[in-house]
């Protein structure tokens, strides 16, 4: 019960001057290579608008959203294993690849039993898509987190394989741009 009300007493009365420092904290990289990071921040942007302007990705949103996560993890993390082309487009493949199994026989099963709810069968094999992506990159060598978000949002948007070669195209562009700028990149954290 102390706990509950320390807890109380510290939101009623916002955060101590003191605690401030323990919520938000400044990287000690950052404060030796400032631009570096900025440079870097600036490249995922510009990465990310050259993708959305050549694959006109604006009204796919969960899309472009796990694109962009990747985008953050190749120039930020561009030297650990996740943010290698063989993670980068291998684990799209396999989220690719879990979207349309799921996808067959989530629209196979909506067909058998038609009075099966969209929404239960979204739940369900939204759950199942996720699974199957991490198992598949996990036991592949090739996680890379992101994929699993965009093999969800291949199943929600309704699977199609247009949708499916521009994501593979776009994580293309940002392994390529990464591997060109590789030498000039640091991990950020």
């Not at 401030?20 to 950052?30: A, G, R, T």
């Not at 094999?125 to 198992?135: E, H, K």
């Not at 598949?136 to 987190?145: C, M």
């Not at 199609?160 to 195209?169: G, M, P, T």
Request: net charge positive; proline share 3%; charged share 10%.
């Amino acid at each position: 019960m102390g706990k509950i009300r320390s807890m109380i007493k510290f939101i009623k009365n916002g955060i101590p001057r003191g605690q401030v420092n323990m919520l938000i904290q400044i990287d000690e990289k950052f404060k030796n290579h400032k631009r570096q990071f900025i440079i870097q921040s600036m490249m995922v942007a510009g990465v990310i608008a050259v993708v959305m302007i050549v694959m006109d990705f604006i009204s796919e949103g969960v899309i472009i959203a796990s694109i962009g996560a990747s985008a953050s993890i190749a120039f930020a993390r561009p030297h650990t294993m996740t943010a290698s082309s063989r993670y980068l487009i291998g684990s799209y493949v396999f989220a690719i690849f879990s979207a349309w199994v799921c996808s067959t026989l989530m629209n196979f099963l909506l067909s058998v039993f038609p009075s099966f709810q969209m929404n239960t069968a979204l739940t369900v094999f939204g759950a199942m898509v996720v699974g199957l992506t991490v198992f598949l990159t996990v036991v592949t060598e090739t996680e890379h987190p992101p994929a699993s978000a965009l093999a969800l949002g291949l199943l929600i948007s309704g699977f199609n394989l247009s949708r499916a070669a521009e994501a593979i195209i776009a994580i293309t562009i940002i392994a390529l741009l990464r591997r060109i700028f590789l030498k000039y990149l640091m991990d950020l954290y």
